[in-house]
């Protein structure tokens, strides 16, 4: 998306979403037992 070269807070929103939807698949797979 954009021009920047790895920039180090990219990374950490990469790994924000990534534990976000873990989460979210958790509560989902909680919900349907």
Avoid: H, T
């Avoid at 021009?3 to 349907?32: M, W």
């Amino acid at each position: 998306m954009f021009c920047i070269a790895d920039p180090p807070y990219d990374k950490s929103l990469q790994q924000l979403q990534s534990f976000l939807s873990g989460l979210v698949s958790e509560e989902k797979l909680e919900l349907r037992d």
